[in-house]
């Protein structure tokens, strides 16, 4: 049992801290729009630890006017709480906040084993709540259980590059030649250093790394090592760096296991899995009717670019083409994921070419979308496009979309229409 006084003393400091903030300073995020505060459920937050969740949360709360009470179960001092300590800690943000609060936010609540029945026992008794946390399945799994109808779920990812530009001061509507050129050189930076929020807060390219760095073995540690109790760190550490050096690709799982001297395909699989639901990569299905075949040939994607360079022994081609295949798809899932859309790669077998990108709902293709980062070859453009039409008349969808850094244009193959959009227009038009 933790001391009253301790978690007293911790709840005050982080009352003192939220005092202190001025949302006006903050970024705007696209996820602000997807609270639903005319409900009673639980507002949940989920992404990769330091994508902005925290901020999120405060940001929506007092630029709505909301008193509410904070705990950050993220502090050291409170490492180790359990679930009969959660009503001590309730006890505490009354005191501080005052009985008649009506809203809580719990910030990293997944470090509290149990903490489901604690929110559950809040809902009931008409508490408004806000939970963020930075683990997939701890808090699907547990919510889908626990909390049946009464959670409205918000992934959230590193900055947008429209939310970059904001956070820059990077104008995105002037079409003057200054503006551009100042929309392609941050582009640039983007694909490269990615959209975690406090990387742009260092200027330092040694800084920076160490920042990265130190984010990885934070969620390799405390995300996957301290609560899966994993045994092969080491192994652990080199199919995370396998991965995010191989993006874009198929996942081998063979080829893991000879890399990381594990014994048992099926311990790699875990591995790759909690990597996952820790939201530092991504895993992308091939499209396909047949539920079996879409758990097979997994490709891989990271959660953020700035990953992919800014580790220790990183030698990797400065491949701009996966990077922007890797930005782009990220950008689907910032889009989609509210509107309970699916994104799959298509490659039905050898003889087709890829399409990197479908996107559907309820089992209806809704977009193919394919990435190529230049395109001023004729045989790249027309082995894009013909891919696009190959596939389109195979599983019957019209809306083709081939993203690139060239210019906007539409393209007729014969009775189908393609959009050629340019990247940075693409990505600014929401």
């Known amino acids: 049992m933790k001391d009253e006084r301790l978690i007293l003393q911790v709840l005050s400091e982080q009352q003192e801290e939220v005092r202190g903030y001025n949302s006006s300073r903050w970024v705007g995020r696209y996820e602000e729009r997807l609270f639903d505060w005319e409900s009673d459920l639980a507002q949940v937050v989920i992404g990769v630890r330091r994508s902005g969740k925290s901020t999120l949360c405060h940001k929506v709360l007092l630029e709505r006017g909301i008193r509410y009470g904070y705990v950050n179960l993220d502090d050291d001092r409170l490492f180790g709480i359990a679930t009969e300590d959660l009503n001590t800690v309730l006890s505490a943000v009354y005191q501080l906040y005052g009985a008649d609060i009506s809203y809580l936010f719990l910030d990293e609540i997944q470090n509290v084993e149990g903490w489901h029945l604690f929110v559950n026992r ?218 309970a859309e699916d994104i799959y790669y298509y490659r039905p077998s050898s003889r087709h070419k890829e399409v990197d990108f479908v996107v559907c709902r309820q089992g209806k293709v809704l977009e193919l979308l394919q990435v190529a980062y230049d395109i001023s070859d004729k045989k790249t453009r027309k082995r894009e496009l013909e891919a696009l039409v190959q596939a389109a008349e195979k599983i019957g969808c019209e809306r083709m979309t081939l993203v690139s850094m060239c210019n906007n244009e539409e393209v007729c193959i014969g009775i189908h229409t393609i959009k050629i959009c340019n990247v940075i227009d693409w990505l600014l038009s929401v």
């Open 122 to 339: 809040l809902l009931r008794q008409g508490m408004h709540v806000v939970v963020s946390g930075s683990n997939a399945k701890l808090l699907s799994s547990e919510l889908a259980t626990h909390l049946v109808g009464r959670y409205n779920e918000i992934r959230l990812y590193p900055l947008s590059f429209r939310e970059l530009c904001m956070l820059k001061g990077v104008d995105i509507e002037s079409i003057t030649t200054k503006a551009e050129a100042e929309r392609k050189r941050l582009f640039n930076t983007y694909l490269t250093d990615g959209g975690m929020p406090e990387l742009y807060k260092l200027s330092n390219p040694h800084t920076r790394r160490v920042y990265v760095e130190s984010l990885m073995e934070t969620v390799v540690m405390r995300d996957i090592v301290q609560r899966y109790r994993i045994q092969q760190v080491e192994s652990l550490r080199r199919i995370a760096n396998h991965l995010i050096n191989n993006v874009c690709q198929c996942i081998d799982y063979g080829q893991l296991k000879a890399l990381a001297n594990l014994g048992s395909l099926s311990t790699v699989q875990k591995y790759v899995s909690y990597l996952s639901q820790a939201f530092l990569i991504y895993r992308l299905a091939p499209f396909s009717f047949k539920s079996r075949e879409r758990m097979t040939r997994e490709k891989v994607y990271v959660i953020d670019t700035g990953f992919i360079a800014n580790r220790e022994n990183s030698l990797l081609p400065a491949n701009m083409g996966w990077r922007l295949e890797n930005v782009v798809l990220v950008e689907l899932l910032r889009r989609n994921h509210s509107a």
